[in-house]
């Protein structure tokens, strides 16, 4: 995302999720987090009302069980920031 290039300063982040698995905790993603479960910033986050919410929490419980390869394998031919994930 350009944090771990220089890119972006993960200092000027704005955003609790990415300030706590970037800066933090030196994650990739959430999906990495071992309180991912009880994360109660992550889970607040999914919890929002809109289907892109559910289908970013769908994402991360894929990448979770089937991990990033296989994640990266389908999500490549997506033409949004979600799509199907068989």
Not at 43 to 60: C, I, T, V
Not at 76 to 86: C, S, T
Request: charged content about 30%; some cysteine.
């Amino acid at each position: 995302m350009g944090y771990e290039t220089g890119e972006r300063d993960i200092n000027k982040a704005k955003c609790k999720i990415k300030v706590c698995c970037f800066k933090e905790r030196g994650l990739e993603t959430c999906a990495d987090c071992p309180e991912y479960v009880s994360c109660m910033l992550i889970q607040a986050w999914h919890a929002r009302k809109g289907y892109k919410y559910r289908k970013y929490g769908d994402s991360l419980r894929f990448i979770r069980e089937n991990g990033y390869q296989r994640f990266m394998t389908i999500a490549d031919g997506w033409k949004a920031p979600y799509g199907r994930l068989h």
